[in-house]
């Protein structure tokens, strides 16, 4: 069975769309596990009404206000399929998406699958594929994901998830980047090269905020960071890490030399 999960917060006008895409899913095999995180637009009352009648849709609430790190942790916790996959509420798949995913598992040695996805407007009407999702060597220990060529997209198994030690709770953005680098460090990821997911762009949307972007980047360093220790990792590329104050910036830099975007454009 597939886990869909979701972690949800003030987004019921958003979710219709979610929701309607997830019925459509031409594999009916699945459960969905949606925590909200104290809406309190009264949006947790309708995803509730709206649900009911489906006992594939599973709804629970935290007890306050945890932020997404806990949420996210909480759904993936609550989880009783063999794969897994995060769906943000504001966003949707593809009628194939859990379809093409399951498929990559028929090899054992996938721990996880990304794909292509879209890029929307406020209206979810496609604006262009995403374009730095890309197929990506797998066992490099230097791979830190700086470009975000593992994306939406992203499923996983279960089993494997629990041996990563899971989302990291405490994290109120970079979440997904945590959750892509720990399953990496454990195998192969398999790529999948069609758009499986709409990625809705909005004011509200939380990786979108202007007023969040310091935030953003703090999280985003401090994985890194725990990559970088769970690799073993006291260097990268010949830089001493505990002397390196902003990781994202300076990976960045060096993954983005001309020669580099060259090769990456040739292949």
Known sequence: MFS??????NNFDYFKDCYSSILNQTVKDFEVIIVDD???DNSFEQIQDWVKNDSRFHLFRNDQNK???FTKRRCAELAKGDFCGFIDPDDALSEDAIEQSVIKYKHPDVVATHSQFYLCDSGLNVLKVYPNTR???N???HFFNINFEVNHFFTFRRNMYEKSGGINAELTSAVDQDLYLKMYDLGKLAYISKPLYLYRLHEKG???EKSKKGKLNNNWNLVLKNTLERRGMNQVFGDEVKAIENLPKFIFKKENTFLKRLLRKIK
Not at 4 to 9: E, F, N, Q, R, S
Request: glycine letters at 10%; proline letters at 0%; aromatic letters at 4%.
């Open 4 to 9: 869909l999960l979701i972690a949800h917060y």
């Open 206 to 208: 939380v990786s979108q």
């Open 67 to 69: 932020g997404v790190g």
């Open 135 to 137: 197929k990506v060597k």
């Open 38 to 40: 104290c809406s309190t």
């Open 139 to 141: 066992s490099n220990t």
